[in-house]
T-cell receptor
Framework: EAGVAQSPRYKIIEKRQSVAFWCNPI?????LYWYQQILGQGPKLLIQ????????DSQLPKDRFSAERLKGVDSTLKIQPAKLEDSAVYLC???????????FGPGTRLLVL | KQEVTQIPAALSVPEGENLVLNCSFT??????LQWFRQDPGKGLTSLLL?????REQTSGRLNASLDKSSGRSTLYIAASQPGDSATYLC???????????FGIGTKLQVIP
């Protein structure tokens, strides 16, 4: 069984530029999560999808972050414009259903200069 | 608002020792609790998931317990090995949408 795929693995951008991350979850998984993990901290949930609907985006900075899940499968997370404090690892995870075992991708390491 | 705390933040033990990692949460009305390990520069790997109706789960040398009433979970690692060196995180699912909240983790080093 293929795992959760994410791309790119690394990204360096200047502040005020835009960036997009892509996630392909495990086939058949209804729930998809995006997290931000700053060095030395635990993952912070940004947005949770159930199929192609948003379940929770209470911690998503909506003035600059957006996310969508196409046809309930792949998902993209976008930052526009980026700030220095957005430097972090962005993790995508999926699960069969809510509160089930999550499977994580390798993450995208973002550096904003 | 659910808050998850993990103590200690870091732990160093000699190889072969048994050890316990702690996770506490403020809202005891949880659905599930999940333990993960994270290796440097990598994503998270699920270790065990305990449902709210269960008191413990076992996988190999790992045993996780859950005490909802006191808001605590422990991860017991038997006969630790250098390959166990990693950061261990717990995540709690609670609230109307089974929202997940992570602790900041315990960084474990097992010395050969």
């Amino acid at each position: 069984e293929a795992g959760v795929a994410q791309s790119p693995r690394y990204k360096i951008i200047e502040k005020r530029q835009s960036v997009a991350f892509w996630c392909n979850p495990i086939s058949g998984h209804a729930t998809l999560y995006w997290y931000q993990q700053i060095l030395g901290q635990g993952p912070k949930l940004l947005i949770q999808f159930q199929n192609n609907g948003v379940v929770d985006d209470s911690q998503l900075p909506k003035d600059r972050f957006s996310a969508e899940r196409l046809k309930g499968v792949d998902s993209t997370l976008k930052i526009q414009p980026a700030k220095l404090e957005d430097s972090a690892v962005y993790l995508c995870a999926s699960s069969l259903d809510r509160a089930e075992t999550q499977y994580f991708g390798p993450g995208t390491r973002l550096l904003v200069l | 608002k659910q808050e998850v705390t993990q103590i200690p933040a870091a732990l160093s033990v000699p190889e072969g020792e048994n050890l316990v990692l702690n996770c506490s949460f403020t809202d005891s009305a949880i659905y599930n609790l999940q333990w993960f390990r994270q290796d440097p520069g990598k994503g998270l790997t699920s270790l065990l998931l305990i449902q709210s109706s269960q008191r413990e789960q076992t996988s190999g040398r790992l045993n996780a317990s859950l005490d909802k009433s006191s808001g605590r979970s422990t991860l017991y690692i038997a006969a630790s090995q250098p390959g166990d060196s990693a950061t261990y995180l717990c995540a709690v699912y609670s609230g109307g949408y089974q929202k997940v909240t992570f602790g900041i983790g315990t960084k474990l080093q097992v010395i050969p």
